[in-house]
């Protein structure tokens, strides 16, 4: 049994990490100052004796002790919420990393950052490797949690140079599930949310742009593996089957029988065009690769906004 750090633990993912790591006997503390993460996510675990939910942000001190290894999970992941507050999504994401990575050498645990495929921007290689240096704006809209991301990873990989912490780095692509927030601005939760509402779903520029999605309980399962691995990375965890904006659309329109329809909208500013990762190498280091079909990860994550709508 190990006990483990979760800052950003009441978010989306963090959440079902949470979960994953009590089911398997640790013990887990949280760190969130509830910005965008929500005490409904953990409301399900509540009770669970191995859980200790406290209110702090990560741009702050930290002090504890009795830990085995830092997930690093804080900062706000979706354009609608790192965009509301940009200065304080980069302070988050360096002046966090930077607190956490103090942390983990005084107490000489591992530290699991969550990078994003965010750094790698527009790409310009498709499918993209974790070698790829990538194609981002740093001054755009998008820049304070793009070039963050890309800032804290720099942090990751000095403190492991300079002062041996066990880091690793996970690069997140699109992950969607239950428990997600219906307000977050992701593409599924838009899609879904609208659909139930009988609003039609927004489709931004022609809708060929691609993206790959892959269940929470895959991407937990890949966290996992690499934390318990020797792997610094970085590593890209992800699905690589890819689908177009208009072809996620038409499969959320006929699971919920929607007869909204479609409403265009203008593209926003540095948008990806495409995006799919390479796992080849979390395939081959980790063993990992996902397991959980589109339709059927569709089918559950609808069920679940059926009942909080």
Known sequence: MKH???????????SH???ALLERGDHVTVYDNFSTGAAFNLGRLRGEPGLTIQCHDVRNRMEIEGIDGIYNLACPASPVAYQKDPIGTTMTSVQGAYNVLKLARLLDVPVLHTSTSEVY?????????EDYAGNVSCIGPRACYDEGKRAAESLMFDFHRLHGVQVRVARIFNTYGPWMSKNDGRV????IVQALQGKPLTIYGDGQQTRSFCYVSDM??????LMDSDITGPVNLGN??????????????????SKAGIRIEPLPQDDPKQRRP??????SALG??????????????INHFRAVI
């Open 4 to 14: 483990w750090l979760i800052t950003g633990g009441a978010g989306f993912i963090g």
């Open 17 to 19: 990490l949470c979960e």
């Open 240 to 257: 690589p089957v890819e689908y177009t904006m208009q072809e996620l659309a038409a499969r959320i329109i006929k699971k919920t029988g």
């Open 121 to 129: 921007g527009d790409p310009l290689v498709h499918p993209q490797r």
């Open 188 to 191: 599924v939760s838009n899609f």
């Open 288 to 301: 990992w690769h996902p397991k959980v079909l589109l339709d059927n990860g569709l089918d559950a994550t």
């Open 278 to 283: 390479d796992i080849g190498l979390a395939n």
């Open 220 to 225: 937990v399962a890949g966290l996992m593996a």
